[in-house]
């Protein structure tokens, strides 16, 4: 349970940090870069994707091996609260990483 807990206490430093990076350095609307490595498998793609609109652009390159999937998505944000909504998710879905 502590383990937990920590996990939601360094979250919450991350999302404060990241929040504050964005409002200093960017203006919104933006186009925002997504960057994701993922398990090569349907079911771990698609849940990354259902966090995009259509209008999304979303690119995918398999490793060299093919056991991983380089995930990009560019959208247009509107706010740093968006952003971090969508990596919020992302850290719920088993073995994505975060670039």
Do not use: H
């Not at 807990?5 to 360094?10: H, K, V």
């Not at 990009?72 to 992302?90: C, F, L, R």
């Amino acid at each position: 349970m502590e383990n937990s807990q920590n996990n939601t206490s360094q979250n919450t430093d991350i999302w404060a940090k990241l929040r504050t990076q964005l409002k200093d350095t960017q203006e919104f609307p933006l186009l925002y870069m997504f960057k994701f490595i993922c398990p090569s498998d349907n079911q771990t793609i698609a849940k990354l994707s259902s966090f995009f609109p259509e209008t999304a652009i979303i690119s995918l390159k398999s490793s060299q091996k093919g056991n991983f999937t380089s995930f990009t998505a560019k959208e247009v944000m509107m706010s740093p609260e968006e952003i971090i909504g969508v990596y919020d998710q992302a850290t719920k879905i088993k073995g994505v990483i975060m670039l």
